[in-house]
């Protein structure tokens, strides 16, 4: 006999996926690609200086700059403010999410990553908003009360949508990794495959800054990378810069 069914529906069955979790994977795959048009292309996060310095010379340098700066730096940190943004979001508390923006928005080292996350933070959102449109959104924006920086940013759209925390913040550190790395190859410069032998060799470090954000509170932010908020505030002087950070 002749079976009708939804294709679509039978596909997603023999993957072992819902619809539903089908959706926030794709969801999660192109807002965290480094195709979604929020700029970071134009940010190295005090990478440009660094390179200027001396202190990034080669792949094993950019290894280690980027290592501390998730685990120590300003990737903990974001990490922890999406996670929180994300729990808030996703509970309705809409004072403690205002605080959380609030302290995000003012988490930062120097005026050129304060411009980096705010704008990265309004493209998300805008584009997001517009091309995926979800009725509470609008009223977790509001509750921020002003500046959504980036981590918020994508902590509430994704609490917004249903997506669950844990591999949305491990793709958001991915994303961040993936971002300085392209900084990082065009400045030193780097080949295509030394590129990606530093993205390999950062997964145990993502997956550990990642591990704990979510355990993580607002008590527990910090940051040792003191090299790094110092390039973030020199490039501002920089004479040449191909980058806006």
């Known amino acids: 006999m002749l079976m009708t ?46 390179v200027e310095a001396g202190d990034i010379s080669d792949a094993v340098s950019l290894r280690g700059w980027l290592a501390a700066l998730l685990a120590d730096g300003s990737g903990f940190c974001d990490g922890v403010f999406l996670a929180q943004a994300h729990r808030a979001a996703e509970t309705g508390d809409d004072g403690v999410l205002r605080e959380i923006a609030e302290l995000a928005a003012a988490y930062v080292p120097s005026r050129e990553r304060q411009l980096e996350t705010t704008t990265q933070g309004r493209a998300f959102i805008e584009i997001a908003r517009a091309a995926w449109s979800y009725d509470g959104l609008d009223l977790l924006i509001a509750s921020c009360g002003g500046t959504i920086v980036y981590p918020v940013a994508v902590g509430i759209v994704s609490a917004a949508h249903g997506i669950p925390l844990a591999p949305t913040l491990h793709a958001f ?25 530093v993205l390999a060799s950062l997964e145990p470090v993502v997956a550990a800054t990642a591990g704990r954000a979510l355990l993580a509170t607002l ?24 980058f806006r950070s």
């Open 173 to 197: 550190l991915h994303a961040l990794a993936s971002n300085w790395i392209s900084a990082g190859s065009r400045l030193v410069p780097l080949g295509q495959t030394d590129s990606q032998r």
């Open 5 to 50: 069914t939804n294709e679509p529906q039978s596909i997603l069955d023999r993957s072992g996926m819902t619809n539903a979790e089908a959706g926030a994977l794709y969801r999660l795959l192109t807002w965290l690609s480094p195709s979604f048009p929020v700029g970071a292309f134009a940010y190295s996060s005090g990478i440009e200086w660094a």
């Open 219 to 242: 008590d527990d932010l910090g940051s040792a990378t003191f090299r790094a908020d110092l390039s973030s505030l020199r490039h501002e002087t920089q004479y040449t810069r191909l």
